[in-house]
């Protein structure tokens, strides 16, 4: 069995990115598992080139430095021959109609004028993305399953039309863990995409920054602590935050603190060291191009030669060369 999961680089990477996903991705990782940072998909909407190419690269360093083994990490622009081609073949496979049905398409071009053309393909690139690697399961939220479907189809389609290359793949839901919400504003969940970063802890945040972040969080007016996420989500998220970085309940956690001073500082306590060593491991990475370069190239190279095979099946199959 093998998995497919991607990061898009349109922020820096912040704690819930990380209890959400990277740790997991490290606990659970499989031996044919591929993780990618993938920028490519951060250009579907207005996007700065210099600033994309900075998040793309520091993104790598956080998930190497994170745990995930580098061999089965790759930053997909590096594949952007493979994928370029191999979307081609799915675009000539997929109909207006499919791609114009994506509800996300729909949302994000609603009222928009100059909407870009890949904000309406990307869902295809992203069937290249999970088809070239031959990945089965792909876990995603419910804002990406109707894109899996979409691989699933398109996948099934060409098998059936030209010959079997594709594996077809599925959707699987991740395991459920905590939302992490935004400090500032626990109504929204924490985003890489939010412009306002006074509620964001990001992984590369030094410790005093974590903190004041953490101290400034929005809470409520009451004086006990108690879990209850619906009436009191600021403390909630607090808790769970804590609960999630010392493997506790959040309502153990809400019985071991007496005041919010005490337990914001045990959440900044927490987080700092939680968070330590990946910022560490990263800012060594960064500060070394030349073995980030490395790293990333072999990376690439990895996947790219996974997937050599079907690119080449699919496209002597579809009447190309
Ligand atoms: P964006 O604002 O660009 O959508 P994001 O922070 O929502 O950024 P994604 O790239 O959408 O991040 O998601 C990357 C991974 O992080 C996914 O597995 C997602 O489920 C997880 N994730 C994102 N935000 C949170 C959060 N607040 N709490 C827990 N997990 C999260
Ligand atoms: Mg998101």
Redesign the pocket.
Known sequence: MSRL?G??P??HV?I??Y???LQRWVAEGGEDDLYFVSDLHAMTTTHNPAKLRALAGEQLAVLIAAGIPAERIFVQSDLARELGALTWVLECTASFGEAARMIQFKEKSKGQAGVRLSLLTYPVLMAADILLQGADEV?V?DDQRQHVELARALARRFNGTYGEVFTVPRAVL?PT?????DLADPAR??????RDSAGVVFVLDEPELIRRKVRRAVTDGQSTLEYRPEDRPGLANLLEILAACTGARPEEVARRHTSYGELKDAVADAVIELLRPVREGANALLADPAELDRVRKAGAARAAERGEHRLQSALRLIGAG
Request: aromatic fraction near 0%; charge should be positive; hydrophobic fraction near 25%.
């Open positions: 999961s990061i898009t349109s922020g912040h819930g990115n209890l959400g996903a876990p939220g991740p863990g905590a939302r992490i919400r969940k924490m985003s890489k995409s939010t």
